[in-house]
């Protein structure tokens, strides 16, 4: 009874590109979840702009409870993900303008923007109105409070100081 048209709009302005600079992985995610438009809630779907500086990406990273669909709107991506154990089998591609590509649930994915002179432009669609991300570096050395060096010192099998020197950088989210 309560329901109106506008919780089922957003004047996103998704034909706006946005400041990639912002971030020092050179890209800016514009997500379009249940928490901007109300309306998503139970329908199991959302979108997002990701526009990339040149050389820029949105770096490996997970959504949990969704898979994606990327079509580039507007120059080169290098995408890919790695299937999940014991294979961990590396699947890549290069798109262009008017392709698409599938990051299945769940699976690490990133996307890179491998011209050095043009940014690129893509729209995902998501399978769930919340699909949540995990930013692997983020998650695994931005971590608060901090994964012991120790852990992750063995499970990267490098050395503690290499670990601490990852942990000592700022780790920064390219989600808005």
Not at 130 to 157: E, H, M, R, W, Y
Not at 163 to 173: R, Y
Request: net charge neutral; charged share 20%; hydrophobic share 45%.
């Amino acid at each position: 009874m309560d329901v109106k048209a506008e919780d089922f709009f957003l004047a996103a302005k998704l034909d706006m590109p946005r400041d990639t600079k912002v971030s020092k992985v050179g890209s800016n995610v514009t997500l379009i979840n249940v928490m901007r438009i109300p309306g998503l809630n139970t329908l199991g779907i959302s979108l997002a702009r990701i526009d990339y500086a040149p050389l820029g990406e949105n770096p490996p990273h997970t959504h949990p409870r969704a898979t994606e669909i990327l079509t580039v709107l507007e120059g080169t991506l290098y995408v890919g993900f790695v299937t999940s154990n014991p294979e961990n089998k590396f699947l890549s591609k290069v798109l262009n303008k008017g392709d698409v590509f599938v990051f299945p649930e769940g699976l690490i994915h990133f996307q890179f923007n491998p011209n050095p002179y043009k940014p690129a432009v893509a729209i995902a669609a998501l399978s769930s109105q919340n699909p949540g991300a995990i930013t692997v570096a983020n998650a695994l050395f931005g971590s608060k409070p901090a994964i012991s060096d120790d852990v992750l010192a063995k499970a990267f099998q490098v050395e503690k100081k290499t670990v601490d020197w990852l942990q000592a950088q700022f780790w920064e989210d390219n989600r808005n």
